[in-house]
């Protein structure tokens, strides 16, 4: 994520008192201790400042007393660079950082502040961590999709996927790659380096979108709206009158840290010059 401010050291960071820009992360977190499963993390030592530590969608949410004797609120980077800072209003009882999904992964640092004292201080490892769950196609699990067109749906995808990480993030595009139909390469729909195509349909606006937000935790389904599986002449598989198979990649582009999941799949085209008679299995690579 771009940020504004200039870079300064862990000590400065931990002592900035002029204002700055929210941030947020993901995870759970009670105490000053190490991180465990979930994102959680126990107190090793004394009692924490902070009652709790929690991510919920994008925000990183930091509980803590009404009477709490600190004023301000740090959080560092895991480049031991400031990312953002909050005033703490007395009485008050918790505050938030937004993230949002260009955030860099890693270990953050928590630091409460009275005047440019440090009362206290947790970490939080904030790093997103998406898996396939499962996918197949429109025509052999018509209930898996949206409410629509049967011969729209027949032609596309659902992919489930699921964050076990404790950071959230966003899927930018979804690729199908290798013996599909209409693969999303030059063999097909050709949008594979098109930054402002998704290949993602989200059914509630009717539209392809930029992205779709996944917290951690969360499992979601995404739809494909770029006819992966429809047969057009003279483009990827076909069907024959011989029964086939092949095989292809299922690609998802993400937004933080840049990073690619795909999982392999086999695929079975059943023996048919007709395409409406042109059967498709899909198994696991």
């Not at 502040?113 to 699990?141: A, C, H, I, K």
């Not at 949206?146 to 032609?155: A, C, M, Q, T």
Request: net charge negative; hydrophobic share 30%.
């Amino acid at each position: 994520m771009t940020r504004d401010t200039p870079p300064i050291s862990r000590r400065t960071a931990l002592r900035t008192v002029s204002g700055a820009a929210l941030v947020s992360v993901a995870g759970c977190m009670d105490g000053n201790g190490s991180t465990g499963p979930n994102g959680s993390a126990t107190p090793e030592g004394g009692s924490s400042v902070f009652r709790q530590v929690t991510v919920e969608e994008t925000a990183l949410i930091v509980q803590f007393d009404s009477d709490s004797e600190f004023d301000q609120i740090n959080l560092i980077q895991p480049n031991g660079e400031l990312f953002g800072q909050r005033e703490v209003a007395a009485g008050s009882q918790q505050i938030s950082f937004d993230l949002g999904t260009t955030y860099a992964p890693g270990e953050y640092e928590i630091v409460a502040l009275s005047g440019e004292e440090t009362v206290g201080e947790s970490s939080l490892s904030v790093q997103p961590s998406l898996g396939v769950v499962e996918m197949d196609v429109g025509r052999n699990q018509p209930e898996e999709m949206w409410d629509g067109l049967e011969s729209n749906i027949e032609e596309e995808a659902f992919v489930t996927i699921e964050n076990q990480g404790t950071g959230p993030d966003a899927v930018t595009k979804l690729l199908f790659i290798g013996d599909v139909p209409y693969p999303s390469d030059e063999e097909g729909t050709n949008y594979i380096d098109h930054e402002d195509v998704s290949g993602i349909y989200d059914p509630e606006s009717d539209s392809e979108v930029e992205q779709i937000i996944i917290a951690p935790g969360e499992q979601i389904t995404l739809y494909s709206s770029r006819s992966p599986f429809a047969f057009v002449p003279g483009a990827g598989t076909s069907c024959s009158e011989e029964s086939k198979t092949g095989e292809f990649e299922l690609i998802l582009e993400t937004r933080v840290d840049g990073d690619r999941v795909t999982k392999t799949y086999s695929i079975q085209y059943s023996g048919s010059q007709e395409t409406d008679n042109c059967e498709i299995s899909i198994s696991e690579g």
